[in-house]
């Protein structure tokens, strides 16, 4: 079995479907500790919430998931994190690695954030977003976690003392043997930790299958496309029906909870409200509550038709968040926010929604939490790296969107779409 320890909820799903795709019996765990025992799956994903909470509490975490995914059969430790590499200067790409290399004593640690399918690339590297450069992209101007440098060998470089190798882009296209050559050369140097350069799904599918037998791999969905390919051929043909044939999906009211002030999210809710959905915004400024947003929520919910997909948000563009935040605090905004969504998604799932589609990994976390979601297994995808998720103990399903995934009609679609 491969473990994936997932930095947040929406890149938990992210990769988890990124390995369904490739053939694999893939679930997501939302409590290590909580699900004891494991379907007959190939891929456990364990979703945490620690891309911005400090280094030591991330490692920690991700140390605890370790030993639960060692602990129910996992061979091969994937660490997800997002592909634009996400991560304040101090951490916690770099912490969580060494925590994890030095409890599986890795050799040598491979780092592939590239996602091409979400247009995310690393050349010479350097990371690009559509075509632009990370520290010119609006991840820029990400609240939490914003990107200035594109160069991933000096980011890394901050967040760990280990050397730092590169394999370029011409030793790739030569293919896995030259890869593996590489890999073992970084070895005899002393590099433990080798960023890969990949343009294309090619490139990761030559990366997947020369990283197969590495005990820890670390990277974003893009990888686990091609490590998952990889290791589809070396299962038997004949297996068992996937997770996602054995999954009862929920048919019902849905709802919209969004709380990413990415550039997408933001068309995403434009669009919701030119369809006609129904919507309210969450306002800091008049209340600082969140049990009194959650009651005022709840109540404007149950004036409409559960029918007509409602959305509820607190999303708002980088300068009126940057405003919010200096009168009331960041980790004020943030907190009220999450605490209010997770309390609206118990007041929603107690009055008969069974399908909730949350956008931003942040509430992703917060909504899940609250609701205490052990697990789910991984269904359809609405949009490339965005899955249903069937809860295996309730009659729920969740779409959990990161912030900058998906088409402008996405959330409008998926709230009124009958979960398959």
Known sequence: MIGVIADDFTGATDVAVA????????????????????????????????????????????????????????TQIFFKYCSTFDSRPQGNIGPVADALADALDAPRVVFVPASPEHLRTQYMGHLFVDGVLLSDSPMKDHPLTPMTQSHLPTVLGQQTSRDIGLI??????????????????????????????????????????????????????????????????????????????????????????????????????????????PWLQLNAAQSQDAKGLAHDALAWYDGHEPASGPLIYSSVPPTDLQRSREQLGSESVSELFESAMGLIAQGLTDRGVTRLVVAGGETSGAVVTALGITGGIIGEEEAVGVPWIHATDRRLSLLLKSGNFGDRQLLSRAVAAVTR
């Open 168 to 277: 370029e882009l011409a030793d790739v296209r030569r293919g896995p043997r030259r890869i593996v050559e590489r890999l073992n050369g970084t070895q005899r140097r002393s590099t433990p930790y080798v960023l890969v350069d990949a343009l294309d799904g090619a490139d990761l599918l030559d990366i997947g299958a020369a990283c197969l037998d590495e005990i820890l791999v670390t990277g974003a969905a893009g990888l686990a496309g091609g490590l998952g390919a990889a290791y589809s051929r070396r299962l038997t043909a004949d297996s068992t029906p996937t997770l996602a044939e054995l999954a009862l999906a929920a048919d019902g009211p849905g709802a919209v909870l969004a709380g990413s002030c990415s550039a997408r999210t933001l068309q995403q809710i434009d669009y919701m409200k030119t369809a006609g959905h």
């Open 19 to 74: 390995f369904r795709r490739a053939g694999l019996r893939s679930m997501v765990v939302f409590s290590a500790g909580a699900a004891t025992e494991l379907p007959d799956n190939d891929v456990t994903v364990v979703a945490l919430k620690t891309r911005t909470v400090a280094a030591a509490e991330a490692v920690g975490q991700s140390l605890h998931a370790l030993e639960w995914l060692r602990q129910r059969g996992a």
